[in-house]
């Protein structure tokens, strides 16, 4: 009989500690899972659109008196042109940015072409959810060719400081840009949060009275992005 009792006893005590094992288990998955993941989103973007670049430099008369040339005074003339631009960026977070962008203007021209290849650092601004205006401060190459105004350089290129404001706007669902789990700052959707589609529009000066002729070029362009 005491052997049977210790049996039965001995059973119970086995079967006990399997069901605490077994809570015990199933607590540790809940926690598990409790635990939110934390989301690392590809802060990349890229665009493209379309520009107007208004292209201006001197030119300058010589006349003639006693065999010698002298400047005679001179005046300006200026040209309009279509182009296309391509952006590629990088969002560090909502408020700061580094983008290349290369453009070509040479449609539509009376006698200019511009080619232009820039860095940028793109300090940001966001204006309510969907929206942010951002700046262009860096570096740019740019070539510029004319083929008008006699006794003036027909040829032009510039590398030095180059500038730009902008704004853009967000066109990805909210819900979607949202996942489930934990960023490195509260989810707004901005900057390396978001993801899709957006318009922009921006003016940029690639450079401004400078060389002989005191080339000044101005860029208007507008597109599509397109954040991973």
């Not at 607590?27 to 665009?47: L, M, W």
Request: net charge negative; glycine share 12%; charged share 25%.
């Amino acid at each position: 009989m005491k052997k049977i009792i210790s049996i039965i006893t001995l059973g119970t005590l086995l079967a006990t500690n399997s069901l605490y094992a077994g809570k015990n288990v199933v607590e540790a998955e809940t926690i598990v899972a409790a635990v939110p993941e934390e989301i690392n989103p590809i802060p990349f973007y890229i665009g493209l659109g379309v520009l107007w670049a208004g292209v201006s430099k001197d030119c300058r008369i010589c006349d003639y008196i006693d065999g010698t040339p002298r400047p005679d005074g001179g005046f300006e003339i200026e040209d309009s042109s279509w182009g296309g631009i391509i952006r590629v960026g990088y969002d560090y977070n909502q408020y700061i940015g580094i983008e290349a962008r290369a453009l070509r203007a040479s449609l539509n021209s009376d006698f200019s072409e511009t080619t232009h290849f820039g860095i940028f650092l793109k300090p940001m601004i966001p204006v309510g959810e969907r929206m942010n205006i951002y700046g262009l401060l860096g570096y740019g190459w740019t070539d510029t060719t004319t083929e008008y105004c006699i006794n003036s350089q027909q040829e032009f290129e510039y590398d030095g400081f180059s500038y730009g404001i902008g704004l853009e706007y967000d066109l990805s669902d909210r819900e979607s840009d949202r996942e489930e789990g934990t960023y490195d700052r509260p989810f707004d959707g901005h900057g390396n949060q978001e993801k899709g589609w957006g318009l922009w529009i921006d003016y940029q000066n690639l450079m401004r009275d400078e060389g002989p002729n005191n080339y000044t070029i101005d860029v208007v362009s507008f597109g599509v992005t397109y954040d991973f």
